[in-house]
Each structure stands twice: as structure tokens, then as C-alpha cells.
């Protein structure tokens, strides 16, 4: 048997004691993916062979927590794709104030940049005051980043040109404040956010939202493990509630295609129609 054939079957295993041990599931991760965070993080590591990292996963809590992160995708910008926070700034938008209150779930919303940016979205749309956002992730790290809102200083530059790209109608620098080389958000922005731990391979639904948000993560799922969130998705929305994926991903050949409308083609936004 080839190395790599071996090497399948170990991580086979490793994902399995994962979910027996500590209930991540990662077994429905596009495995191409995995497989090279799992190699990465073997050679940070200095491990040899995944058999030996299974066992510094299972028995070393704090190791596995370190593991866990390495597998968890983090890498975000805020407005990320201006021209969809344009879309939803101008269309999405003004169907959701048709609602006395609207709730919104940001699923894998990693270290909080996107989630901040729809705040921004809400506020100068006059909106934010009736909206709570439940901004959600599985890795507890990229969690406590996002709630804090903090962000390198580096990065604001290209983060106001998004902005400004996305249709926003004030200063961007009003928003945040300058300290010790970062940048630190008003924390007005995250009044009504409401972040949680949710795991998208595991856990339930959130009942009555009006617009659920996961862009750019079920790239890294496989077809069945894409199919179990569409469906949680769907039954998360109200009826008439709006779903917006990343560009690259599409309900087209889905088990949930009926049960949606397409709003906008290229950038993946679709709106439940079924009861």
C-alpha cells in the first residue's frame, strides 16, 4: 500500500476520534482541504505521521484546541466583494425594512470583519436599531477576536476602499479609532450582535431570520455535508427570508433548489419561498 493510501486511512481515523472525542465534525470537509491543513500543521508541529498526531489530539485538550484552529478558516476582510454589499445595500435592504424587526444570522462569521461591515450597512441604512445579528463560528479563538473588534491598522486602507466601493456614505474612519498600532471599532457596531459558538456539521437551526449570511465557507464542504446546511439554512428562514452565499457557490444542484428564487445570479443571493 502506497504511502499516501496510508496516509488517507490515518487521517480517516484522526477525524473520526475527533468527532467521538471532542464532537467537531470534519469528516464531510472537502477532504483536499484537509488534508493539506493537516500536513501544514504537522510540519509547525515537527510530527512525523498523522497516527502520531492522533494521539496528541486525543489526549491533550489544549494541543487539540491549537489543532483546531489550524483547520478553521479565518481569513476575512471587511466588505469583502464591495459590489455585493452594494446589492445588498440597495435591494436586500430595503425589502427587510418592510419588517418591524428582522433578525439576521451570519454563519461563519470567522474573526467578525463581515459582521461589522453589515452593522455599518444597517446603521447608515437607519436600520440597525430594529435588526440583532447572531454572528457565529466554531472556533472559539476567531470568536473572541470578532467580539472584540479589533483589527491591524494595516489593513484599514484597503478596508475604506471596499467601503467606499460598496456604496458607504460617511467617513470610514469614523468608525473606528487608532491605539497602538490597531485599529479598534466602535463598539456601538456590535450592540446588537449577538456571537455563539455554532458548528455547521452538527449543530440545529435559528428559527424566524429574515437574512442568513454564509459566504465563502461551503467551499470547503463536501456535497453531503453542503446539503445538511443548505437544509439549515432553509428552515432557519421565515418565509420570504433571503440567503446569501459566496460567489462561488450556488443551491443549483441542491436538495433545497425548489425551495428558493434566485435574486441576484452572480452573487448568489436567493430568497425562500417555500412555507
Known amino acids: ?23 467537531h465534525d470534519f469528516r464531510n470537509y472537502a477532504r483536499g482541504s484537509v488534508k493539506r491543513r493537516i500536513l501544514n500543521f504537522m510540519a509547525k508541529v515537527d510530527q512525523k505521521t498523522v ?15 491549537k489543532f483546531v484552529r489550524e483547520l478553521s478558516i479565518t481569513v476575512s476582510e471587511m466588505f469583502r466583494d464591495p459590489e455585493f454589499f452594494k446589492l445588498l445595500r440597495n435591494q ?37 436599531e430594529r435588526s440583532t445579528i447572531f454572528a457565529t463560528d466554531f472556533n472559539d479563538s476567531a470568536l473572541m477576536n470578532a467580539r472584540e473588534g479589533i483589527y491591524p491598522m494595516e489593513r484599514m486602507q484597503e478596508f475604506t476602499a471596499n467601503y467606499q466601493r460598496s456604496g458607504g456614505t460617511g467617513p470610514f474612519a469614523g468608525y473606528y479609532r487608532a491605539a497602538y498600532g490597531a485599529a479598534i471599532f466602535d463598539p456601538s457596531l456590535r450592540k446588537n450582535i449577538v456571537f455563539a459558538n455554532h458548528n455547521l456539521a452538527t449543530d440545529g437551526v435559528f ?28 428552515d432557519s428562514l421565515a418565509h420570504g427570508g433571503v ?15 425548489g425551495d428558493f428564487k434566485i435574486l441576484d445570479a452572480k452573487w448568489k443571493i436567493y430568497q425562500k419561498t417555500s412555507i
Open 1 to 23: 500500500m502506497r504511502k499516501e493510501e496510508i496516509e488517507d486511512i490515518e487521517i480517516n481515523l484522526l477525524l473520526q476520534g475527533i468527532y467521538s472525542r471532542y464532537g
Open 51 to 65: 497516527s502520531g498526531l492522533i494521539s496528541l489530539v486525543l489526549h491533550d485538550e489544549a494541543f487539540f484546541e
Open 92 to 128: 436586500v435592504i430595503p425589502y427587510l425594512k418592510t419588517h418591524p424587526f428582522i433578525k439576521i444570522w451570519h454563519a461563519g462569521c470567522a474573526t467578525g470583519e463581515e459582521v461589522h461591515s453589515l452593522a455599518i450597512v444597517l446603521k447608515e441604512e437607519g436600520f440597525y
Open 207 to 234: 428559527s424566524e431570520m429574515h437574512l442568513v449570511v454564509c459566504r465563502n465557507v461551503l467551499i470547503y464542504f463536501d456535497r453531503n455535508l453542503q446539503n445538511r446546511t443548505l437544509k439549515l439554512f432553509r
Open 243 to 257: 440567503l446569501a452565499l459566496g460567489s462561488k457557490e450556488d443551491l443549483q444542484f441542491s436538495e433545497v433548489a
